[in-house]
């Protein structure tokens, strides 16, 4: 049976030229590509990415390249990184399952810690949806083994727990747009499953979401009942999905209303104290200040209110203020907010992540859950 480096030897051309030519993985010319096709049909091959193909780039033998991707002991760093560089390059998916179905599971899922805006604040709502998962985890035998993902090449972290066979599969949340680590977790055949993910388009993965645009639509939808018209909007900087939907879920309310929007009632800010009291100080100096702030975020609501109280107007009454999330301290201050099911998000989320361990996926791989508005005083006149 030929091989990628017969193919490309016949066409007198590099391995890789072969291989992106047949894999249509980037361009090359056309004189080599003729050249590549022509020596594939004589050889009667056809691309398939074997460890042979991963040997072949590496200048290893065979058996080295088995050793390298399942990160044994036995083969030197720098012979290891050449094998795993030669694999990324020839695309090859090292098949976790079937090696797991060889050398038993670990019983070990991954769940990355992400750099918050603010590193002495932790999150309330992931603090919870961590400590509930651990719990669904461990009534299937599971245990949550969670680590920090640097802000970039993130990927690697995750290269490393598969290839050293320490996790059978992954949690993500804050799902970016075109998340890198749902595109590197799929190419390895990884199973994972995403908090979030309902408004990244065409998502092919699995994931359990809440729609953050209809939460934000009911928290508007409240205030116009009470009476308010001008009503101000505290959000994250534009990009990342969630804060996108809800910022879109503001807007869209407003629109149905018949309400119209003005700029200087928007204000965006990191998810920092201190910043949202900057940015609440924005929106309260506009001609016509509003009469009731939304924030898309507790910690924001907390930031803004910091701010109102010190010019001495009175939540509730002077103004009308809003979060999302309701964590412990925005029940403890009676702030209307957005409820997330927590308890149901985190059950959900892991039967859905076993199916995709076990090669058996559930018939629902994306799940949707609906928010609830908390009413408390910061928003009864």
């Known amino acids: 049976m030929a091989t990628l480096k017969q193919v490309a030897e016949l066409a007198g051309v590099p391995m890789l030229t072969a291989y992106h030519a047949l894999s249509r993985s980037q361009a090359v010319d056309a004189e080599s590509e003729q050249r590549i096709r022509k020596a594939a049909g004589d050889l009667n091959y056809t691309l398939k990415i074997t460890q042979i193909d991963i040997a072949d780039l590496a200048e290893v033998a065979k ?20 094998v ?6 020839l695309g090859y998916r090292l098949n976790i399952n079937a090696r797991n179905l060889k050398t038993n599971r670990a019983g070990i899922v991954g769940y990355s810690w992400h750099v ?9 709502l992931l603090d919870r949806f961590i400590y509930r998962v ?9 245990h949550l083994l969670t680590f920090i993902q640097p802000p970039e090449n993130a990927d690697q972290v995750y290269d490393n727990l598969i290839s050293t066979s320490r996790v059978d599969g992954f949690i993500i949340s804050d799902v970016a747009y075109n998340d890198p680590r749902v595109a590197r977790l799929t190419a390895m055949n990884a199973p994972l499953v995403a908090f979030g993910g309902m ?11 809440v729609d953050s645009k209809r939460g ?7 205030l116009i009942e009470q009476g308010h018209e001008r009503i101000g909007l505290i959000t994250r900087y534009p990009g990342l999905p969630f804060g996108d939907a809800r910022e879109a879920g503001y807007l869209e309310a407003m629109h149905r209303a018949g309400i119209k929007t003005h700029e200087d009632w928007i204000a965006y800010t990191p998810n920092i104290l201190y910043a949202a009291a900057v940015a609440t100080q924005k929106v309260m100096s506009a001609k016509y200040p509003p009469s009731a702030l939304v924030c898309t975020n507790d910690l924001m609501a907390l930031g803004a209110r910091s ?6 107007l009175t939540i509730g009454k002077d103004i009308a203020l809003t979060g999302y999330d309701d964590d412990p301290t925005a ?8 409820r997330q099911p927590i308890d149901e998000i985190a059950r959900t989320l892991f039967d859905i992540l076993l199916g995709e361990i076990d090669q058996e996926p559930l018939a629902q791989r994306q799940v949707v859950f609906a928010p609830e508005l908390i009413v408390r005083e910061s928003t009864m006149r």
């Open 63 to 82: 058996g080295t390249v088995s050793y390298a991707l399942n990160n044994s002991e036995l083969i030197k760093p720098a012979t290891r990184q050449k």
């Open 84 to 89: 795993w560089d030669a694999a990324q390059a």
């Open 116 to 124: 918050a805006d603010d590193p002495t604040r932790m999150n309330n």
């Open 134 to 142: 651990t719990m669904a985890a461990e009534e299937h035998h599971y």
């Open 199 to 209: 408004y990244v388009q065409d998502a092919d993965f699995a994931y359990v979401d």
């Open 216 to 222: 934000i639509e009911l928290v508007v939808n409240h």
């Open 307 to 312: 701010y109102l109280e010190q010019t001495g």
């Open 331 to 338: 029940e403890f201050l009676g702030i209307t907010s957005v």
